[in-house]
């Protein structure tokens, strides 16, 4: 019985190190709003409307990603139309600073002042929006994409820009580095009391 605890305990802290390393190497896309991964694609839902969101600083590298900006100055943010029924509608699509509250702020009431970039309403036939924006300070914002005339459909999504993420991806290793050093000394042991015991 103690032997099989043994198995189990080691299988599991090498199981997690290796999640935690693959967490340090690569920064998931999770849900953060109206965006969200499906088949290593990062989506927009618009009502029932899919875009497909894609975000990457070219100055520091091509990997994308779909939420957090993980430096401030220039990224690029692209909206490709899923759905070919959004390219006969027109479009709106904003991206606020939010206030010290980090509250969401209603479409029609946005302080114009906290808006960092806009792609005015109007009709994008090639089914795609490219926002090139230099955002100049770290902090909370939201984009605003707004589809349709008089019946409008709203999406917003949060996110960071800037926000030290250092700190997290250290205690992230050392958890895997405790994790997988303990796997480590189980293995050794076990394998030194079977020796000891065949002996």
């Known amino acids: 019985m103690l032997k099989n605890w043994q198995g189990v305990w080691t299988s599991t802290a090498a199981g997690a190190a290796a999640l935690a390393l693959i967490s340090v190497t690569h920064v998931p896309a999770g849900a ?4 969200s991964m499906e088949n290593d694609i990062c989506k927009l839902r618009i009502g029932a409307m899919f ?17 957090d900006i993980p430096e401030v100055g220039r990224a690029i943010i692209v909206l490709d139309f899923v759905d070919s029924a959004l390219r006969d509608l027109p479009v709106t699509f904003e991206i606020v600073r939010l206030d ?68 997290r991806n250290i205690a992230i290793m050392i958890v895997a580095l405790c994790a997988a050093a303990g796997g480590v000394f189980a293995w050794i042991w076990r394998r030194e009391r079977l020796a000891r015991e065949q002996a």
């Not at 589809?147 to 917003?156: H, L, S, Y």
């Open 32 to 35: 953060h709003g109206a965006v």
């Open 51 to 67: 875009m497909h969101f894609t975000g990457y600083q070219p100055q520091n590298s091509r990997a994308e990603f779909c939420q």
């Open 100 to 167: 010290s509250t980090g509250a969401v702020p209603d479409f029609a009431s946005v302080d114009e002042k906290r808006i960092v970039f806009v792609a005015a309403k109007r009709t994008y036939p090639n089914g795609s929006i490219k926002a090139d924006i230099r955002f100049s300070e770290a902090g909370d914002y939201v984009g605003m994409v707004v589809v349709g005339g008089k019946e409008q459909q709203i999406a917003t999504f949060p996110f960071s820009v800037g926000r030290d993420f250092f700190w």
